[in-house]
Nanobody, 128 residues
Framework: QLQLVESGGGLVQPGGSLRLSCTVS????????IAWYRQAPGKERKGIAC????????LYADSVEGRFTISRDNAKNTVYLQMNNLTPEDTALYFC?????????????????????WGQGTQVTVSS
């Protein structure tokens, strides 16, 4: 069974940076995509960044395009989310996800795929 464990969240000031990590047990290349989602208090969970495991293609939600970067280190079975120029609107619980039958799509300003495996989340709080 695929297991994902996020880390790297915390409290950061507006304009700051954080790098989240998602360590995956299992072979991520068996699945077409791995992604980061986030859920702000009182809101739905939304996909913000996705990486295709076959060709490395990336997709981003409009709200994070140009500020966030998803990447992977296959040797460490880890996927990262580098987050720069953070704002209070980025405050959320961040999840990584994988095990989908298809690659991600861009839809209505967010990214999406039917992921079956999720991590437990790591909290990011942006506040002065």
């Amino acid at each position: 069974q695929l297991q994902l464990v996020e880390s790297g969240g915390g409290l950061v000031q507006p304009g700051g940076s954080l790098r989240l990590s998602c360590t995956v047990s299992g072979f991520t290349s068996n699945y077409p995509a791995i992604a980061w989602y986030r859920q702000a208090p009182g809101k739905e969970r939304k996909g913000i960044a996705c990486l295709s495991t076959s060709d490395g293609r990336t997709l981003y939600a409009d709200s994070v395009e140009g500020r966030f970067t998803i990447s992977r280190d296959n040797a460490k079975n880890t996927v990262y989310l580098q987050m720069n120029n953070l704002t209070p609107e980025d405050t959320a619980l961040y999840f990584c996800a994988s095990n989908s039958p298809t690659a991600c799509i861009y839809y209505n300003k967010y990214i999406w795929a039917d992921f079956a495996s999720w991590g437990q989340g790591t909290q990011v709080t942006v506040s002065s």
